[in-house]
């Protein structure tokens, strides 16, 4: 039993030494490496996956109250205060509970959902102090209104700054 | 041909008998999701979790549907009942919630989804008092033997 196997696999290994060319295990492993390296450039229809809410087109300046995303800002920038549009700054928490709202993104014609993320912990930053309101309601209203210190989720409910989280794309009726 | 007029008939006597059963177009997910993101997650958080005081939606909402009166609570509290959402789209905000958060809690049996006619009586009478009241729906469902309803 053990012989038959012997000599089908020196049959089948002698003929494939014999009929395929000596460099084309080289050619093979060549197209798949050059072909792999360039699939991340073919065009993908990627405004159809989940990343266009989290990474949408942006232009702007995210330190500038005039930014997209600040359109119902009340607060001080984070970005201004060492942290991001996204981030809090080191040594400050980040309030899970936000008021929502959405914000027309020029680079794209499109709405999005996004999340006023309040940094907490530390005093007032005191830089970039922005009010724009847009869709801001009364305190009857109170998940849409940013008047009132949304650092309600965190340790210290010491108002620091604010992000600007987009969460989604708003949905169009 | 007959098939189709039997169908009319089984719907038509089925819509006078239940109406909820007809009234409601059936749930778009992203619709849904938006409303959940503009008037329910700034509180109960992304994935329902909730944080501190807020209650957690999460591995906990089903528990509400093992009582008629805790199935009545989640549309008589004030973030449901007092929302800007229409009936049909609170009703479908719910069901949505209770199939992406509900997790454990859900009853084994599944559960009848909320209509729009059924949210739009319940939301008449908003809780004026909640705590207690909802202290009270979970210790009559925790009775009944939901292990995990208690808080």
Not at chain 1, 114 to 130: E, F
Not at chain 2, 97 to 121: C, H, K, M, R, W
Request: proline residues 7%; glycine residues 10%.
């Amino acid at each position: 039993m053990m012989s038959f196997i012997d000599r089908l696999l020196e049959q089948r290994a002698r003929s494939a030494a014999q009929q395929a060319p000596r460099r084309g295990m080289l050619k093979a492993l060549g197209g798949v490496l050059v072909g792999a390296s360039t699939l991340p450039l073919l065009p993908v229809a990627r405004a159809a996956g989940p990343d266009v809410a989290s990474r949408p087109q942006e232009t702007g300046s995210d330190t500038d109250c005039d930014y997209w995303r600040y359109c119902a800002i009340d607060g001080f920038l984070c970005s201004c205060c060492g942290g991001s549009a996204n981030s809090c700054p080191p040594g400050t928490e980040m309030s899970p509970v936000t008021w929502i709202g959405t914000c027309h993104n020029p680079a794209d014609g499109r709405n999005y959902v996004i999340s006023y993320n309040d940094c907490c912990g530390k005093p007032g930053c005191g830089a970039c102090l922005c009010q724009r309101d847009e869709g801001d309601r009364p305190p009857y209203r109170p998940d849409k209104t940013n008047d009132i210190n949304w650092c309600l989720g965190t340790s210290s409910a010491a108002y620091h700054c604010s992000a600007a989280v987009v969460v989604g794309v708003a949905f169009e009726e | 041909m007959v098939n189709a007029v039997i169908k009319v008939l089984i719907f038509a006597v089925l819509g006078a008998v239940c109406p909820g059963l007809t009234a409601d177009e059936p749930m778009n997910p992203e619709r849904a999701k938006y409303h959940y993101q503009m008037f329910c997650q700034g509180c109960h958080t992304p994935d329902g979790a909730g944080a501190n005081a807020i209650p957690p939606l999460k591995d906990f909402m089903g528990y509400f549907l093992r009582s008629q009166r805790g199935r009545e609570f989640m549309v008589r509290v004030p973030g449901s009942a007092l929302s800007t959402l229409d009936d049909a789209e609170l009703a479908e905000v719910l069901n949505w919630s209770i199939d992406n958060f509900a997790g454990v809690s859900l009853p084994s049996a599944g559960y009848i989804p909320y209509t729009s006619q059924e949210v739009a009586v319940l939301r008449t009478q908003p809780l004026q008092e909640i705590e207690n009241h909802r202290a009270s729906v979970l210790a009559e469902i925790a009775s009944l033997g939901a292990q995990g309803a208690e808080s």
